[in-house]
């Protein structure tokens, strides 16, 4: 059987140059209902454009770590371990094309806890 010495490599290749990533941080919890309706709404519009969406995530009241994860259209937000003596933080990091950077930190400042924010 003969094998192409170099078959694994990936010679055609290209980067979408539209492709990017956006990396958000905030210090305060979120409101999970108006987080949910933010996040459900902006993947219904742009679910096309944003690829992948993950984070680790604080809410109100909730003293775990909550795993998000979205794919398009889809998502997902599940209890992870607790923060125990760690200040509750939250990191989202989305994947797609033609993402905003400020219109999205902007829409998720918005649902912040008001009791934080």
């Not at 290209?14 to 709404?41: G, I, M, N, T």
């Not at 219904?44 to 398009?72: M, S, W």
Request: charged fraction near 30%.
């Amino acid at each position: 059987m003969a094998v192409e010495p170099d078959f694994l490599e990936d010679h055609e290749h290209q980067h979408d140059p539209s492709l990017e990533s956006v990396a958000l941080a905030f210090q305060s919890s979120f409101d999970k209902e108006r987080l949910d309706a933010y996040l459900k709404k902006l993947l219904q519009e742009r679910g096309d454009d944003i690829f992948r969406l993950k984070g680790i995530i604080a809410l109100e009241g909730n003293p775990r770590r909550n795993v998000l994860q979205a794919v398009h259209r889809l998502m997902e937000i599940r209890p992870a371990d607790p923060w125990g003596a760690e200040t509750p933080s939250s990191r989202l990091v989305f994947i797609g094309r033609d993402l905003d950077k400020t219109a999205l930190e902007q829409g998720l400042r918005s649902v912040l806890s008001e009791k934080q924010a």
